[in-house]
């Protein structure tokens, strides 16, 4: 009724306005709720270990999931080890498609452990997603583990489909540990941070932000259960991929924080995640801030971090 009054305030609408007062409002016949919604997951995996942890979450807790897209691409190796991947767990109807390569190698450990016989994966991202979408009514989770670079190739090519994204993107930082430059996510590709930052903002997009993810109480180690078990004699083959994985980056870090996996978690509606709404703003290395006269985002301000590590083993178990 508020739309109707509304219409009918402009001239040139009553006729609207009346149909709407008649009839109600359209029904929501095949508009799924977004806990449901299908899922689309943007990931540089074979770095940090974090996205393969999600992933592997997403591939077992999310029935929604139809497509997995790489990004920061090291040669379309990202996109043969998450095939893997998804097969290990059980997940061969899942979709995957090489995306933005921009030249980086630092963030790739993982070489050989995909098998050879893992054939190189479609690497047209823009036909692929486009795809995927035209058989999904309604809103789609788009859920970002790694640069914006892929978002800002969708928007340039395939602008339409921008509005149908629900996007919890796991980036940007208010307070950074290193105030020189910005959150690695957003760091690894500034331009396409920088642009589609205000285009996101149009469409009410979640950020899980660094100041909340970048804490030790969520980090596995050497000394941590789920790590430990993925090491025992009987572990699942996807199991004994993420203990490589750990051993690989623990050769240089401590451990891994699960960063893309409190973002997953987000997009997935649990609960422990609080956001509120915030003006940003990016300056020209991408580094964020709060401003008056940014983009307003709903941006995460703090976690559970005990109950978020509870539910993580749960759904690795």
Request: charged share 25%; aromatic share 8%.
């Amino acid at each position: 009724m508020a739309l109707a009054g509304t219409t009918a305030s402009f001239e040139g609408f009553e006729e609207m306005a009346d149909a709407m007062i008649r009839d109600g409002p359209p029904p929501r016949v095949g508009v799924p709720a977004i806990a449901t919604a299908p899922m689309i997951i943007d990931t540089d995996l074979g770095g940090d270990p974090d996205d393969a942890v999600a992933l592997v979450v997403a591939a077992r807790r999310v029935p929604e999931l139809r497509l997995v897209v790489t990004s920061d691409e090291y040669g379309g190796e990202r996109a043969r080890l998450v095939r893997y991947l998804l097969d290990l767990v059980g997940r061969p109807d899942v979709r995957v498609v090489a995306g933005s390569d921009l030249g980086n190698s630092r963030m790739w450990i993982m070489d050989g452990v995909c098998p050879p016989e893992v054939p190189p994966q479609d690497d047209d991202v823009v036909a692929v997603v486009d795809e995927i979408c035209a058989g999904i009514e309604g809103r789609i989770r788009w859920v970002g583990m790694g640069p914006l670079s892929n978002l800002a190739r969708l928007r340039r090519e395939e602008p339409l489909l921008l509005p149908r994204f629900a996007v919890t993107q796991m980036g940007g930082a208010i307070t950074y540990r290193d105030p020189s430059r910005a959150e690695h996510n957003f760091r690894v590709d500034p331009a396409a941070a920088i642009r589609m930052l205000p285009e996101l903002g149009l469409w009410n997009p979640r950020f899980v932000v660094s100041d909340v993810t970048f804490n030790p109480a969520m980090e596995i180690t050497r000394e941590s259960a789920l790590y430990q078990r993925w090491g025992r004699p009987d572990a699942r083959p996807w199991e004994r991929v993420l203990r490589e994985h750990f051993d690989r980056w623990m050769v240089k870090y401590p451990g891994s924080m699960q960063h893309d996996a409190l973002a997953l978690a987000a997009a997935m509606l649990w609960p422990g995640v609080r956001f509120i709404r915030e003006h940003v703003a990016l300056d020209e290395l991408a580094r964020m801030s709060l401003h008056a006269d940014g983009t307003e985002i709903a941006m995460s301000v703090s976690a559970d971090y005990s109950a978020f590590m509870s539910w993580l083993a749960g759904a690795l178990s």
